[in-house]
């Protein structure tokens, strides 16, 4: 018999984490008042939901929400393109290899991380108080969205580029900016583009629901519906939108891969 | 020198990509009644309704209604994550083409890809006629939205693993389930875990937004604050969502490189 060497004790990590973890999966389904018998009876309610939701009003949908969904879509266009050409100075700011100042560097660091944290319709609602209800708001609602993530994205990316042609440039006399802009940019426009065509696809999605906060976009047709449950005209709106979605998807896939 | 030109195809496909966005933006634009004047004029705007929120409103009745909801969002995300995880983890096996046949794979796949295309406030009111204003419709909304993302990654993990173990079972006499449970399982499980701790993370910010149907969670506050013009109040549900988003971002993420990476040795 050879001597098998021992198993290693699980790690503090694993002993302590794991009993936390469902102790407070326990606690938390309590805390939402999770209760199978309620929910058993409540589903008896469904056909308040699942009749209207499956004999969609196609031509009532089609006649009021078409508009809508093409404000949505050009919201999501000019929230993704000025959102990333933002980001783009930004997050050479933002990144160690091209910014050595660190006061700046953790600024324009901190400043993304902050934009980042609050939620896209926290954001919408800031702006319909502060510029007023319309797709105006939502617009600048998606700028911050996209502008932080396509800064997070970047300026990781810039963070591992080569050093050697912007060494180059500055060896032949070109100032930090010049060398930026001819040896550390190309590098990173391929990334550039594909993160932005990812980013547009998010604001897609995410500018179908500005509407509920009243940021404009489809969402304001399907809030006014839902409110009084026609979910008969929810439906096919929701059919509608993620045509719409998938087309655009594959239409930036076929993009990505014609351009990378 | 002569320096060898760029051929005119590249150029020419450069050219229609600046075209199409240049055009695009304009006819966004002009549809939405933007104007540049606008778009400069909103850093000033945003910074009037910032400079009211301060200084924040942090009396004791502030306070006591906003922390509890600030919490509520959380349990929503957690609970909402662990309904995602349970049941994307079988499903993740059906989808994953190297431990499931090709149909059942396929099939599965379609159907995580559809549940996966409905954002959750939509999945929100649609749950919101059966199971009523609150928590639960929110933990739902996010849970079923978790399974769709959570599925998809998770198979994509298992269709990556290395097959060497799987032999070595079989070669030794091991059943198909205990090639899944000594082969495939310790192979994916820390990847899988990481990915529900970022899941985690996602749908935290996802619950926060709940509340604007009525679903749960902190937004019902932000968005009745704003709606009644109480600033200091809205900024105190702002900035207190900031610092549990942050708090819950870092440790998450120093758990999940901990998974990931395994124990650091000191020497």
């Known amino acids: ?260 | 020198m002569k320096i060898p030109s760029q051929p005119w195809q590249h150029n020419a496909f450069k050219f229609g990509i600046t075209f199409l966005i240049v055009i695009s933006s304009i006819w966004s634009a002009s549809g939405l009644e933007i104007t540049l004047e606008r778009i400069l004029d909103a850093p000033r705007q945003i910074g009037i309704l910032v400079g009211a929120m301060f200084p924040l409103d942090l009396s004791d009745e502030a306070l006591d209604r906003i922390i509890p909801k600030v919490w509520e969002s959380l349990f929503i995300a957690w609970a909402g994550t662990v309904i995602g995880a349970f049941f994307s983890f079988p499903i993740s096996f059906l989808a994953a083409n190297n431990t499931s046949n090709g149909v059942i794979s396929r099939f599965t796949k379609q159907v995580l890809n559809a549940v996966r295309a409905f954002p959750e406030l939509i999945l929100a009111f649609v749950f919101l006629p059966i199971t009523g204003l609150g928590p639960l419709t929110g933990t739902l909304a996010v849970g079923v939205h978790s399974i769709g993302t959570l599925g998809k990654l998770s198979s994509e993990v298992i269709e990556g693993i290395d097959e060497g173990p799987l032999e070595a079972i079989k070669a030794s006499g091991g059943s198909k389930l205990n090639e899944l449970t000594f082969g495939v399982i310790p192979q994916v499980i820390p990847t899988i875990t990481s990915y529900w701790l970022y899941r985690f993370e996602i749908n935290l910010r996802a619950s926060a937004v709940l509340g604007v149907v009525g679903a749960g969670g902190v937004g019902a506050e932000l968005i009745n604050q704003l709606r009644f013009r109480d600033f200091p109040r809205a900024g105190t549900v702002l900035v207190t969502t900031i610092i549990l988003v942050l708090t819950v971002d870092t440790i998450s993420a120093a758990i999940r490189k901990r998974i990931i990476q395994g124990k650091v040795n000191k020497n």
């Open chain 1, 1 to 260: 018999m050879i001597d098998l060497p021992k198993k290693p004790l699980p790690s503090v990590l694993t002993i302590v984490g794991i009993p936390f973890a469902i102790l407070f999966s326990i606690y938390s389904f309590f805390q939402i008042g999770f209760n199978l018998e309620d929910f058993r009876t409540n589903l008896q309610n469904r056909y308040i939901v699942t009749d209207p939701l499956f004999n969609p009003k196609w031509s009532w949908a089609i006649e009021n929400a078409s508009a809508a969904l093409v404000e949505t879509i050009q919201i999501a266009i000019l929230a993704s393109i000025l959102g990333c050409f933002i980001a783009l100075p930004l997050s050479f700011y933002a990144s160690r290899a091209t910014n050595k100042n660190s006061y700046s560097y953790f600024l324009y660091k901190s400043f993304l991380n902050l934009v980042r944290t609050i939620p896209d319709l926290f954001w919408a609602m800031m702006f319909t108080v502060a510029v007023g209800l319309g797709p105006f708001a939502g617009v600048l609602a998606l700028i911050m969205f996209s502008l932080a993530i396509m800064g997070k994205l970047l300026s990781e990316t810039i963070d591992s580029i080569d050093p050697g042609p912007m060494e180059a440039a500055k060896a032949t006399g070109s100032s930090h900016n010049q060398a930026i802009f001819t040896s550390a940019l190309p590098q990173v426009l391929p990334n550039f583009t594909a993160y932005f065509l990812y980013i547009f696809e998010l604001c897609i999605r995410a500018s179908v629901i500005l509407g509920l906060v009243g940021a404009g976009g489809v969402g304001r047709i399907i809030e006014t519906q839902r409110i009084f449950l026609r979910f008969d005209r929810i439906s096919p709106i929701v059919v509608l939108i993620l045509v719409v979605v998938i087309g655009i998807e594959q239409f930036s896939v076929w993009l990505r891969r014609k351009i990378l």
